[in-house]
């Protein structure tokens, strides 16, 4: 949306201060996204942290939330809360947005607190790093690149269907070598959703859009490479993850 707005400024009539002003308020705008997406991965891991130490002190609780009735529900409750959270930002505030998303990447933070018990802290902090740089990068392609993505994305989105069925799948064959294969395939889904999310961010940017439209727009934005993040980091940590 910028690239098109700078380079047609002169024949619409609106000049280079137009065109500045837009790519101005485009950078202004994902520098707001990337602050939401941050923070809601620091609210996860800050979350997980804690109750990982909580669990460690008291094994009568771990068992009691990751078996039976309650784990199904500490699985489902982020699961209904991104469902709900797509279906209706477009009707929210935006305050009302930015808090959902934050109590979403809370309750994924509680079910993924286990993974501290399972990993040794300093792989969890090198697969974090990792990602994070894998991430930066794939989104700045993203946002840089001329070439459109969503052909890519759409294939991205039916091998993201077809991971989560084969991880089901596999919870009853117990494959070491689909599980193996099921994580790179991961990480390569989710690295292209990244760059293509991260494209549809900056093309859904309009310089005319009220404070209202804006806000909502940055929480979805921030919502998508959440979710992008958070995956590509577990299935990294799947297969370079040091076990306890």
């Given at each position: 949306m910028s690239d098109f707005d700078r380079n047609s400024?002169?024949?619409?009539?609106?000049?280079?201060?137009?065109?500045?002003?837009?790519?101005?308020g485009l950078r202004a705008h994902m520098i707001r996204v990337y602050n939401y997406m941050a923070a809601s991965v620091a609210i996860t891991g800050v979350v997980s942290l804690l109750v990982a130490q909580w669990l460690a002190n008291d094994p009568a609780l771990m068992r009691t939330?990751?078996?039976g009735p309650a784990a199904l529900l500490v699985f489902l409750v982020p699961?209904?809360?991104?469902?709900?959270?797509?279906?209706?930002?477009?009707?929210?505030?935006?305050?009302?947005?930015?808090?959902?998303?934050?109590?979403?990447?809370?309750?994924?933070?509680?079910?993924?607190?286990?993974?501290?018990?399972?990993?040794?802290?300093?792989s969890i902090a090198r697969v974090f790093f990792i990602t994070a740089a894998a991430f930066g990068g794939l989104s700045l392609y993203g946002y840089t690149t001329q070439r459109n993505l969503?052909?890519?994305?759409?294939?991205?989105?039916?091998?993201?269907?077809?991971?989560?069925?084969?991880?089901?799948?596999?919870?009853?064959?117990?494959?070491?070598?689909?599980?193996?294969?099921?994580?790179?395939?991961?990480?390569?889904?989710?690295?292209?959703?990244t760059a293509w999310h991260t494209q549809e961010i900056k093309e859904m940017y309009e310089p005319m859009d009220d404070g209202t439209v804006a806000g909502r727009k940055a929480v979805l934005g921030a919502w998508m490479l959440y979710a992008d993040f958070v995956n590509m980091f577990l299935f990294l940590l799947r297969l370079f993850g040091e076990r306890r």
């Open positions: 400024s002169a024949v619409r009539g609106f000049g280079a201060d137009r065109a500045v002003a837009i790519d101005a939330l990751y078996s699961l209904g809360i991104s469902f709900f959270l797509g279906f209706r930002i477009h009707t929210m505030q935006p305050a009302t947005a930015r808090a959902v998303l934050f109590f979403y990447a809370a309750s994924v933070g509680l079910m993924l607190a286990p993974i501290f018990l399972i990993y040794t802290s300093t969503a052909p890519m994305g759409a294939f991205m989105m039916m091998g993201a269907i077809g991971i989560f069925i084969a991880i089901l799948v596999n919870m009853f064959l117990k494959s070491s070598g689909l599980d193996f294969a099921i994580s790179v395939i991961g990480v390569i889904v989710f690295a292209g959703l």
